[in-house]
């Protein structure tokens, strides 16, 4: 049986560097889309740019490793 790791007492620049890496990351995200997907569609109704932007959202989450960039903040190590 697997037990997970014991609670970390002290304080680990890791959290702070993988919030900092994270919040980067969807920014220049944020930006790209704002930059090439916006103008496509800014003319679309409302209703139909509201998928585009769903799937946008949604979408990162599939380009970054978030699973492995949380393990790596916790343990310090990029396997889960």
Do not use: D, S
């Amino acid at each position: 049986m697997n037990r997970p790791p014991p609670i970390r007492r002290e304080p680990t620049w890791r959290i702070p560097a993988g919030v900092l890496g994270l919040l980067a990351v969807l920014l220049g995200y944020g930006a790209v889309v704002a930059w090439f997907v916006a103008p496509w569609i800014a003319a679309w109704p409302a209703l139909a740019q509201t998928p585009v932007y769903v799937l946008l959202g949604v979408g990162w989450l599939w380009a970054m490793p978030v699973r492995q960039l949380l393990a790596w903040m916790e343990t310090g190590r990029w396997k889960t």
